[in-house]
């Protein structure tokens, strides 16, 4: 069974400052998607990485996919309010069906 | 430009009771479609997902069914509501790969 594990499960931090998510797998998958979900509201597609080692920036959100191709990081700088959210990962299974992480609950404190 | 719909936006039903959630899709053709649930503040699960009128693959043995009797419409049903059965549900759609979803805005589903 392919599984993706995300972490923290929580991260509660002030404005301004930086922070990581991860997502973790043992498995290799041929690319994978971060999105972000606000309370309420369906999830909206950030990111796809295909490459392994690929980096792609979207305004103070910087998304890594591993070099092997099992995981990836989010990292954002300079926190704002706005980033609040929950932050899913997920990835195309050998069945070509998205699998997904159980996300990352952030909070940005003002 | 692509959009998709879901109606209604909360609904409160008793146990027992039927179930029918619609989820239309616009400015796209035959394009894959999903129903999820998502527990409080966690991931998806996928629940059903059709590439095709008719075409209706379930991942998830319970009381709920889906048919999509239109190419952009797609419905999320069941006879009889457990209090199991609450929860978020999502519709989406997406291209011939599987990667790259686009969510409506989701049901608010409260069995009681």
């Known amino acids: 069974t392919q599984l993706l594990e995300q972490s923290p499960q929580f991260l509660s931090i002030q404005e301004g400052e930086n922070l990581t998510v991860y997502c973790n797998s043992s498995s290799v998958f041929s690319s994978l998607q971060w999105y972000r979900q606000e309370p309420g509201e369906g999830p909206v597609l950030l990111v796809t990485?295909?490459?392994g080692g690929e980096v792609k920036k979207l305004k103070r959100l910087t998304f890594q996919f591993g070099d092997a191709r099992k995981d990836s990081s989010l990292h954002i700088t300079a926190a704002q309010p706005g980033d609040t959210g929950l932050y899913l990962c997920?990835?195309?299974?050998?069945?070509?069906?998205?699998?997904w992480g159980a996300g990352t609950k952030l909070i940005i404190k003002p | 430009s692509q959009t998709i719909h879901q109606w209604p936006a909360t609904l409160v039903q008793p146990v027992g009771s039927p179930l029918s959630l619609e989820c239309t899709v616009e400015g796209t053709s035959n394009p894959n479609l999903y129903w999820y649930r998502q527990a409080a503040g966690r991931g998806l699960q996928l629940l059903f997902y059709?590439?095709?009128?008719?075409?209706i693959s379930s991942e998830v043995p319970q009381n709920l069914s889906a048919s999509r009797p239109q190419d952009r419409q797609f419905i999320l049903s069941s006879k009889k509501l457990l209090l199991s059965d609450s929860g978020f549900y999502l519709c989406?759609?997406?291209?011939?790969?599987?990667?790259?979803?686009?969510f409506g805005p989701g049901t608010r589903l409260t069995v009681t």
């Open positions: 059709s590439v095709g009128i008719g075409q």
């Open positions: 990485v295909v490459t």
């Open positions: 989406a759609w997406g291209g011939t790969s599987a990667y790259e979803q686009y």
């Open positions: 997920a990835a195309e299974d050998s069945n070509y069906q998205l699998i």
